[in-house]
């Protein structure tokens, strides 16, 4: 494929690939490296495109199959800090070891809830899945440990 074809097949599907991984993954820089990804694999398997389906679903299973990758990989790795858990004030001046000693003083599922939200970055389904609650409830308790740890920081 030609680079002016490769540059009128990506000004088609990028906008397809970009969003597709904004509304999947929580981190946007996740986001972007994984549009990336699919962005080359798009390209390299062109030529391999059959025309059996129409371009928008083929394309959107080779985003599926990359972000079906980057889950298994992230499942695989051992918890890792989010890059923002460094000391540093937050952006509303709460200093995080302030916030670090406020979470000795909640339960163990808010202290779970908090570290696999706001330090892991998982979005709140794989959060539900996880602790095995619907989302729903997921999202009132982290609620209640905002609300927590906001009276003990208060």
Same mark, same amino acid.
């Given at each position: 494929m030609?680079?002016?074809?490769?540059?009128?097949l990506?000004?088609?599907?990028l906008?397809?690939i970009?969003?597709?991984?904004?509304t999947?993954? @929580?981190?946007?820089?996740?986001? +972007?490296? &994984?549009?990336?990804? =699919? !962005?080359?694999?798009?390209?390299? $398997?062109?030529? /391999?495109?059959?025309?059996?389906?129409?371009e928008t679903?083929?394309?959107?299973?080779?985003?599926?199959?990359?972000?079906? @990758?980057?889950?298994?990989?992230? +499942?695989r &790795?051992?918890?890792? =800090? !989010?890059?923002?858990?460094?000391? $540093?004030?937050? /952006?509303d001046?709460?200093d995080?070891?302030?916030?670090?000693?406020?979470?000795?003083?909640?339960?163990?599922?808010?202290?779970?809830?908090?570290d696999?939200?706001?330090? &892991?970055?998982?979005?709140?389904?794989?959060?539900?899945?996880?602790?095995?609650?619907?989302?729903?409830?997921?999202?009132?308790e982290?609620?209640?440990?905002?609300?927590?740890?906001?009276?003990?920081?208060?």
């Amino acid at each position: 494929m030609s680079r002016a074809g490769e540059a009128e097949l990506l000004a088609r599907v990028l906008p397809f690939i970009e969003g597709f991984f904004r509304t999947r993954v @929580s981190v946007p820089e996740d986001a +972007e490296d &994984l549009a990336q990804e =699919a !962005a080359v694999a798009v390209v390299r $398997a062109w030529p /391999r495109f059959e025309h059996r389906s129409a371009e928008t679903t083929w394309v959107y299973a080779v985003c599926r199959n990359i972000l079906c @990758s980057h889950l298994r990989r992230r +499942e695989r &790795l051992p918890p890792r =800090a !989010a890059a923002r858990d460094t000391g $540093a004030p937050e /952006r509303d001046g709460t200093d995080l070891l302030a916030v670090e000693l406020a979470l000795d003083g909640v339960s163990p599922l808010h202290r779970t809830l908090y570290d696999l939200y706001y330090r &892991l970055g998982y979005p709140v389904r794989d959060i539900a899945a996880h602790v095995g609650k619907p989302e729903g409830t997921v999202k009132y308790e982290l609620y209640r440990l905002r609300a927590e740890l906001q009276r003990i920081l208060s």
